[in-house]
Nanobody
């Protein structure tokens, strides 16, 4: 599975951005698509995840502000980020959790930088 992200950038506090992640390859073996973020010196953390059936989960700090969604026809997952805060500044990575002949696999995009100015 290959993942290509887009949509990062610079936004002011309270603004919005939408991240996109297009998946290709063995998409029928994907279990979950998710967005993670990482700042220098800290662990990469899960922000939100979604299955193709539409089940979602979010980290507590973004609930009510971020929405993850999936377009099955385009094999694309989105992260709509509203009411952005400076602490949301990070490199955001798209992740696919998938299986290859029963073996668990993990694919990552290259990341897209989101900067929220105060």
């Amino acid at each position: 599975v290959q993942l290509v992200e887009s949509g990062g950038g610079l936004v002011q506090t309270g603004g919005s951005l939408r991240l996109s992640c297009a998946a290709s390859g063995s998409i029928y073996n994907i279990n979950t698509l998710g967005w993670y973020r990482q700042v220098p010196g800290k662990r990469r953390e899960l922000v939100a995840a979604i299955t193709f059936a539409g089940s979602t989960n979010y980290v507590a700090s973004v609930k009510g502000r971020f929405t993850i969604s999936i377009d099955n026809a385009k094999n694309t997952v989105y992260l709509q980020m509203n009411s952005l805060k400076p602490e949301d500044t990070a490199v955001y990575y798209c992740n696919a959790d998938w299986s290859d002949n029963g073996n668990p696999m993990d694919s990552w995009g290259k990341g897209t930088l989101v900067t929220v100015s105060s």
